[in-house]
């Protein structure tokens, strides 16, 4: 089994190369390989700065007080960790496995040093990656990239008869060390979780306000800002309670406090038409699995369910019963913002306009009232005329533009606003259509498929009872005759 952690180093990336590469750790540095660098320290540092200065346009080293730029420090290495259940590997075997990783992950074209500790009773492979490859391409150390960093090494680990963490169900904002430890009950914040679990429930909890009142009442130290902060006793920090893992960060305590784990009631599924009623099917099925954890197999959360409610919502707000009418939202949304886009730009170029004619205007009065102007005044006369069409005569004209001009400005401020919101609009319309459609073509067809068969079964009792009750009007009446 292998954990895959990612840290990127934004300074004294030189302090970094030579903790991961300490002889003592690496067993006198047998256990380091450089994969389009050298496994020497000194070299090692110049040849990963010599291609981060090349395309980053900026020093390697920890930028000096005398530097112009103060802004955030650029990544200067990513650095990667690999580590290996105890006495689950040797040394050299996870050495060789962190290097085909780093092939595998990287490529042939980027620069990494791999480095296996061996001085803690876990085995543990160190990665320096260099922020760009050898062509200049960028790495980006994100949740995407992590998670594939994270299924490549099991895939290795695999491949090499090592376990590996099935239906992993902790999340990025989660550290793995405290989900395994709630995973053994053995954990505070399992202790607290069960706590909030029951408090959620209580019919005197309303609001997310209510819930922190009570953790009170049990002698919590609790602060409610932008986040539920908790703290359980003296000796230990506050926890932020979106650290606890899913289902506990603000939003999804409200979600949960205001539907206190009930799914949605058959009768509110049947007052919905078209999609709405496929989806809030699909909401109810989802909501069951979460509620009921013994029947959760897909790992639906309670984040999932929130977002699932809020486009039930939002279907119908803008009275979505087909997917065709999902469709002329989303168009309808997109032609209001090109609309305005273009009363925007439209605009934008008149108010460049008469900005010209002020800027311009006197001075084209000006020549056009010398009777004999001379040749660098009709040279310039020549390069105003652009303002001919404008028609300008006297200062009076003038005048009216400036106002005109600003007339321009206030209807420009009322477009851009009505843009802005008709930007949001489009953005919120598209992104529940793909979502929408994603969840009913990918991510929920096990639902569909579980809801169309009973469904099915519903109709085949319905027609058997139906069919049951002929037979036996028919078997009555042929008795009486």
Known sequence: MAIVKYIAVHKSPKNFLRYIMNGDKTEKMKLVTGLNCTADLDYAYNQFGNVFEKFAKERFCKKSINDKNSGKEKIRLHHYIQSFKPDEVFPEEAHKIGVEWARKVFGENHQVLVTTHVDRQHIHNHFAVSAYDLDGKKWHGNKTTLKRCRDISDKICKSHGLSVIENQEYHANQ??????????NVSWKTKLCDEIDKLVLREDVKTVKDLAERLREKYYAVTLKKYLSIRVSENRKAIRSYRLGDGYAIEELRYRIENKNREISLSAVASYQGVQREYAMCLRELQIMVYRKSDNPHSVKYGELRRNAELLTYLC??????????????????????????????????????????????????????????????????K???????????????????????????????????????????????????????????????????????????KLAELDIQQEQERTVHASQKYYR
Do not use: C
């Not at 550290?175 to 053994?184: E, I, P, V």
């Not at 639902?447 to 469904?455: A, F, G, I, P, S």
């Open 175 to 184: 550290k793995y060390s405290d989900w395994l430890a709630r995973q053994r």
């Open 384 to 458: 105003l005329n652009y303002l001919a069409k404008y028609k300008l005569r006297s200062e009076e004209d003038i005048k009216v533009q400036r106002q005109t001009l600003e007339k321009l400005k206030s209807e420009l401020s009322e477009t851009e606003k009505s843009f802005e919101t008709a930007e949001k609009e489009k953005s919120t319309a598209v992104s529940n259509y793909k979502t929408y459609l994603r969840q009913m073509q990918s991510d929920y067809d096990f639902v569909l498929e579980k809801m169309r068969r009973e469904q099915e079964e519903i």
């Open 317 to 382: 707000d803008n009275n979505i019963h087909s997917e065709e009418d999902f469709q002329n939202v989303v168009n309808a949304a997109a032609e209001k913002s090109d609309r305005l886009k273009k009363s925007r730009d439209k605009l934008l170029q008149e108010i460049e306009e008469r900005e010209n004619i002020l800027k311009d205007g006197a001075r084209y009065l000006e020549l056009n009232s010398i009777k004999m102007p001379t040749a660098v005044q009709l040279e310039e006369l020549v």
